[in-house]
C-alpha cells in the first residue's frame, strides 16, 4: 500500500464540527469544497507542493448531512494535480448531489471531457497562486477554455489580489463565465474603499461574466476572531468586503466551506461556526437564497432551474 508523510506542520480537517446555530435554506450548496485521496486509492501527484491528511467523500458527505446542507461543488485539489480520479469517484457517489471542478492539461482528450461531464464537472480551474502551482502557459489556459465552453463549462480562478492587474487582460478576453475563488484573496487589513479592492469590484462591474465565491474568511482573516470554541461572531474583518459585493452583485456570488481546508497555518475552524457565518454575511432570507440556493444550482444545475 503507498503511503504519504504530510507536510510538517499540516493542520488537519476539525473533527465534531458543532451542529450550526444557523438553519440553511432548503436546498443550500457548499459551492467550494476538497477531497483529499485517500493517498492509498488515489496517489499525491508527484509534482505537488502539500501533502495532506486523507479527506475522503465519505467524509465530506457525512460533513454536508452534519451541517445541513444538500449539495456539494468538489473544486480539484491542487495536491492531485490534473488526476481528477479522486474527485471523479465522489461524483460518482454523490447520487447526483455534487457537481465538480477539474484540472485538466491541453492533451485532454475529448472522450475525457465527455465523460467527466457525464459524472458532473462542469468547470476547470486555473490557479495563479505561486506557492501552490507552477504556471501554465496562457495560451494553453486559452485553448482549454475554448474547448470547455463547447460544453458550457465555466472556469475557475485562484489568485491573489495583488496579481490582478497582470491578469486582467487574461480574465476578461476568457470565452466562458468566470468564478473567482474568495473574492481574489483581498487583503482585508486595507481598507475596502481602498484600490487594491476597488479593482476587483470594477472587475466584476464591468464583466457581467464573472461571479465570486465569499468563502474562507478563515483564510482572509487577520484579527478574527477565530471560528472556535462557540465564538458567535468570527472573522468579523472580512465582513465589509463580503458585504460588499453581496449587495453589489447578488446574483453572481457563491458561498462555500472550503473544507478541508488545505494549508492553513494557525488554525483549523469549526465547520459549523463558518455557517454561522453566514447570517452576519447575508442577513436577510432573500439574500441567503440566492447566495446559497438560487445562484449554484443556475451555475451547476441548470436543467433544475429552467422549465
Same mark, same amino acid.
Given at each position: 500500500?503507498?503511503?504519504?508523510?504530510?507536510?510538517?506542520?499540516?493542520?488537519?480537517?476539525? /473533527?465534531?464540527? +458543532?451542529?450550526?446555530?444557523?438553519?440553511?435554506?432548503?436546498?443550500?450548496?457548499? /459551492? #467550494?469544497?476538497?477531497?483529499?485521496? @485517500?493517498?492509498?486509492?488515489?496517489?499525491?501527484?508527484?509534482?505537488?507542493?502539500?501533502?495532506?491528511?486523507?479527506?475522503?467523500? *465519505?467524509?465530506?458527505?457525512?460533513?454536508? !448531512?452534519?451541517? =445541513?446542507?444538500?449539495?456539494?461543488?468538489?473544486?480539484?485539489?491542487?495536491?492531485?494535480?490534473?488526476?481528477?480520479?479522486?474527485?471523479?469517484?465522489?461524483? /460518482?457517489?454523490? !447520487? =447526483?448531489?455534487?457537481? =465538480?471542478?477539474?484540472?485538466?492539461?491541453?492533451?485532454?482528450?475529448? /472522450?475525457?471531457?465527455?465523460?467527466?461531464?457525464?459524472? =458532473?464537472?462542469?468547470?476547470?480551474?486555473?490557479?495563479?497562486?505561486?506557492?501552490?502551482?507552477?504556471?501554465?502557459?496562457?495560451?494553453?489556459?486559452?485553448?482549454?477554455?475554448?474547448?470547455?465552453?463547447?460544453?458550457?463549462? #465555466?472556469?475557475?480562478?485562484?489568485?491573489?489580489?495583488?496579481?490582478? @492587474?497582470?491578469?486582467?487582460?487574461?480574465?476578461?478576453?476568457?470565452?466562458?463565465?468566470?468564478?473567482?475563488?474568495?473574492?481574489?484573496?483581498?487583503?482585508?487589513? *486595507?481598507?475596502?474603499?481602498?484600490?487594491?479592492?476597488?479593482?476587483?469590484?470594477?472587475?466584476?462591474?464591468?464583466? +457581467?461574466?464573472?461571479?465570486?465565491?465569499?468563502?474562507?474568511?478563515?483564510?482572509? +482573516?487577520?484579527?478574527?476572531?477565530?471560528?472556535?470554541?462557540?465564538?458567535?461572531?468570527?472573522?468579523? !474583518?472580512?465582513?465589509?468586503?463580503?458585504?460588499?459585493? &453581496?449587495?453589489?452583485?447578488?446574483?453572481?456570488?457563491?458561498?462555500?466551506?472550503?473544507?478541508?481546508?488545505?494549508? &492553513?497555518?494557525?488554525?483549523?475552524?469549526?465547520?459549523? &461556526?463558518?455557517?454561522?457565518?453566514?447570517?452576519?454575511?447575508?442577513?436577510?432570507?432573500?439574500?441567503?437564497?440566492?447566495?446559497?440556493?438560487?445562484?449554484?444550482?443556475? &451555475?451547476?444545475?441548470?436543467?433544475?432551474?429552467?422549465?
Amino acid at each position: 500500500m503507498i503511503t504519504f508523510e504530510k507536510t510538517p506542520g499540516w493542520l488537519d480537517w476539525y /473533527a465534531g464540527p +458543532s451542529k450550526p446555530r444557523f438553519k440553511l435554506p432548503a436546498g443550500a450548496v457548499d /459551492a #467550494h469544497c476538497h477531497v483529499f485521496g @485517500p493517498g492509498a486509492l488515489f496517489p499525491f501527484a508527484p509534482e505537488r507542493r502539500y501533502t495532506p491528511c486523507d479527506a475522503s467523500w *465519505q467524509q465530506l458527505f457525512a460533513l454536508r !448531512d452534519q451541517l =445541513g446542507i444538500s449539495r456539494n461543488v468538489i473544486v480539484q485539489a491542487t495536491c492531485h494535480g490534473a488526476d481528477n480520479s479522486a474527485m471523479l469517484d465522489a461524483l /460518482a457517489h454523490a !447520487d =447526483g448531489r455534487a457537481r =465538480g471542478v477539474a484540472t485538466v492539461r491541453r492533451g485532454v482528450s475529448e /472522450a475525457e471531457l465527455h465523460r467527466m461531464h457525464a459524472l =458532473g464537472v462542469r468547470g476547470v480551474r486555473f490557479n495563479f497562486v505561486r506557492r501552490l502551482v507552477d504556471f501554465t502557459p496562457k495560451d494553453e489556459l486559452v485553448e482549454i477554455a475554448q474547448r470547455i465552453a463547447r460544453l458550457g463549462w #465555466h472556469v475557475v480562478v485562484y489568485f491573489e489580489a495583488a496579481d490582478l @492587474p497582470d491578469l486582467w487582460d487574461f480574465f476578461t478576453a476568457l470565452p466562458t463565465q468566470i468564478v473567482v475563488d474568495h473574492m481574489g484573496r483581498p487583503d482585508v487589513s *486595507q481598507p475596502v474603499d481602498g484600490p487594491e479592492f476597488a479593482l476587483f469590484l470594477r472587475l466584476m462591474r464591468e464583466h +457581467s461574466n464573472v461571479w465570486t465565491k465569499l468563502s474562507c474568511p478563515e483564510r482572509l +482573516s487577520v484579527s478574527g476572531p477565530r471560528a472556535l470554541n462557540g465564538e458567535a461572531r468570527p472573522y468579523r !474583518d472580512v465582513l465589509p468586503f463580503a458585504q460588499r459585493v &453581496l449587495a453589489e452583485f447578488p446574483d453572481r456570488v457563491l458561498w462555500g466551506t472550503d473544507w478541508p481546508h488545505p494549508n &492553513l497555518k494557525d488554525h483549523m475552524p469549526d465547520d459549523g &461556526l463558518l455557517v454561522d457565518f453566514v447570517a452576519h454575511l447575508a442577513p436577510t432570507p432573500e439574500q441567503q437564497q440566492r447566495l446559497l440556493v438560487s445562484n449554484p444550482m443556475r &451555475l451547476y444545475w441548470p436543467e433544475e432551474t429552467t422549465a
